[in-house]
């Protein structure tokens, strides 16, 4: 990272990502965050090239919330921002209307797919209120997607439902995430197949 606090790409495909997980009790030292590492851990695993990383573990307050996602996109640069915690109905669970103060397109896609992949395990996955933004200044956009708190649901809905012969049964949202960085200006990112496989037309797929 450069002095001023921005993310600077070791090669031009380099993928910028902010990570944030919000929680009172992490962010204030009584509860151990496992958020972040097992969104570091799934992206180690799932991007065929490194990424770069900047995490952020802050309590569930909008204004703080908002703040810390503007300055990942503008100040930071990074090209996808991925939260933790703070999406359901509970009064302390303001992580979506803070992440859709700060966006300047709704997503709602990414959302609808979490619940669906997540309501074949509980019923309560109705009260999942995640949602997705792109937030665009005049040099740069980035994708925000809000994302469950616990660790194996954090995998589920990212890498997706698969049968024991590896079949597809649900695809998980990050196999939409490629394409959307290339269509808003960010790095042309690929991902390990056996993990997620990211999606393009025929027609976005670079030439090898």
């Given at each position: 990272m450069s002095e001023s606090g921005r993310l600077s790409r070791a090669h031009?495909?380099?993928?910028?990502v902010g990570l944030v997980s919000i929680s009172d009790r992490a962010s204030s030292g009584t509860y151990e965050d496992k958020g972040i590492p097992a969104l570091q851990d799934w992206l180690d695993a799932a991007l065929t090239e490194p990424a770069q990383f900047a995490t952020r573990l802050i309590p569930d307050e909008p204004d703080q919330?908002?703040?810390?996602?503007?300055e990942l996109v503008d100040e930071v640069?990074?090209?996808?921002?991925?939260?933790t915690g703070g999406?359901?109905?509970?009064?302390?669970?303001?992580?979506?209307?803070?992440?859709?103060?700060?966006?300047?397109?709704?997503?709602?896609?990414?959302?609808?797919?979490?619940?669906?992949?997540s309501l074949r395990f509980v019923p309560t996955a109705i009260l999942s209120r995640q949602v997705a933004v792109i937030r665009e200044t005049a040099e740069h956009a980035a994708l925000?997607?809000?994302?469950?708190?616990?660790?194996?649901?954090i995998k589920e809905t990212l890498e997706?439902?698969?049968?024991?012969?590896?079949?597809?049964?649900?695809?998980?949202i990050f196999a939409a995430v490629p394409y959307c960085i290339d269509l808003i200006g960010g790095p042309y990112i690929e991902t390990r197949e056996d993990?997620?496989?990211?999606?393009r037309p025929k027609s976005a797929l670079r030439v090898k």
């Amino acid at each position: 990272m450069s002095e001023s606090g921005r993310l600077s790409r070791a090669h031009p495909d380099q993928l910028l990502v902010g990570l944030v997980s919000i929680s009172d009790r992490a962010s204030s030292g009584t509860y151990e965050d496992k958020g972040i590492p097992a969104l570091q851990d799934w992206l180690d695993a799932a991007l065929t090239e490194p990424a770069q990383f900047a995490t952020r573990l802050i309590p569930d307050e909008p204004d703080q919330i908002s703040a810390t996602l503007i300055e990942l996109v503008d100040e930071v640069g990074c090209d996808l921002v991925l939260t933790t915690g703070g999406t359901g109905p509970s009064r302390r669970d303001v992580t979506p209307e803070a992440t859709l103060a700060v966006g300047t397109k709704e997503m709602p896609g990414f959302g609808e797919q979490m619940r669906q992949i997540s309501l074949r395990f509980v019923p309560t996955a109705i009260l999942s209120r995640q949602v997705a933004v792109i937030r665009e200044t005049a040099e740069h956009a980035a994708l925000i997607i809000n994302l469950p708190g616990q660790p194996k649901a954090i995998k589920e809905t990212l890498e997706g439902l698969k049968d024991a012969e590896g079949n597809v049964l649900a695809a998980g949202i990050f196999a939409a995430v490629p394409y959307c960085i290339d269509l808003i200006g960010g790095p042309y990112i690929e991902t390990r197949e056996d993990v997620v496989r990211g999606f393009r037309p025929k027609s976005a797929l670079r030439v090898k």
